[in-house]
């Protein structure tokens, strides 16, 4: 009996240690401090630095509170790529899937991507970034090739985007979904910051950085940033996105705006838009530089155009407008940024049609349908 009673207590020490060993080697289910979430359209001429990029990105896992998740698209149509970079064992890990599917423009892609985030990829803190190209006002992320069979590709001579406003909505699920941890997104393309673009992705993030004007590639934040998070994983969006301002090389402007007054922007534009509305026709402003111009879609500074609109008019929005400028540069914009001399860019853009044929193009975008920016276009081509 005593040797049955040894024996079982023997066995029952042997199994408790090879439990405990087996929880010292196996990864647990990790929560981490950080993940960076991006999304990689290179499926065009950027593709030569896709390689950059990710290596830098490797790079910069230096431990295990932060971690990396692409969705890489390059150019040989084979079909998307996830790439997830952690720290495991003492080292960086790099592991992939690929997927099916090649069509990055595609905003049920995107939807699928942020839904794999959610549930592999649990953090206390995110961080969005879109890489690519930008174009027209509501189009992001240009994908050359966006099927494997190169017959249907024809569609598409010149290319399909993902649209703004509906990748918009699908981050904004995302951040309600994972109870608004996403702190900082990142529209890491040229020409975003214009605010007809920017109230797309209301309610996506805690601040939102972009530039109005163009940005250079393949960037050279990455290391320095995810290892800075590493060592300081309480940090704010706020001072992630200045970090991404300070390490960069590759951009003239960038701005930082915060969603809670993002949110407030048809409410402090309407009294500006009404003063404009009290007449009949508007002369529309014919000294005011274009920040950012794509195919026939031009961008403006939005402080600038609207001071030459209103002195084009009288000064008839002059109280208004002060207004309006003053609430702009001391809160809706958080900081901004400029690699070289400082400029007298306000920090945001506005696009306006440069024809009758291009007034309601856009009526269908969040910002147009709570304000009556399409009156007041079509009042200066009368």
Known sequence: MRNHR?????????????????ALILPKANVYEWVFVYYMSYDNDLNPFGKVILSELTKGIVNSKVAVVVQADF????????????????????????????????????RKYLEWVRKKWNAKNYCIIFLDHGGTLNHMCLDRKPFKNHSENKRFVRGKWLRAEEAGEIVAGFNKKVDGKVRLLFLQQCGRAAVQNLYNFVDTAKYIIASPIKVGAPNTYYTKTLASVARDPNITGEILAKTIMREDEHYTLYTLISNKELKKLPEKLTPVLKAFGQKSTLNRPDSCPCLFEFESERFYDLMHYLQALNSANDDIAGKELSSFLTWYQNHLIVSRAFKGPESSYSGLSIYMPSSQNEISRYKFLPL?????LEHIMKLMFQ
């Open 368 to 372: 147009y349908q709570q304000t009556n």
């Open 75 to 110: 150019t040989n149509n084979k079909g998307m790529k996830r790439i997830a970079l952690y720290h495991a064992y003492g080292k960086a890990h790099r592991k992939e899937i690929i997927l099916k599917s090649e069509d990055s423009a595609d905003e049920i892609e995107l």
């Open 6 to 22: 040894y024996s079982i207590k023997l066995c029952l020490f042997v199994l408790l240690l090879f439990l405990l060993g087996l």
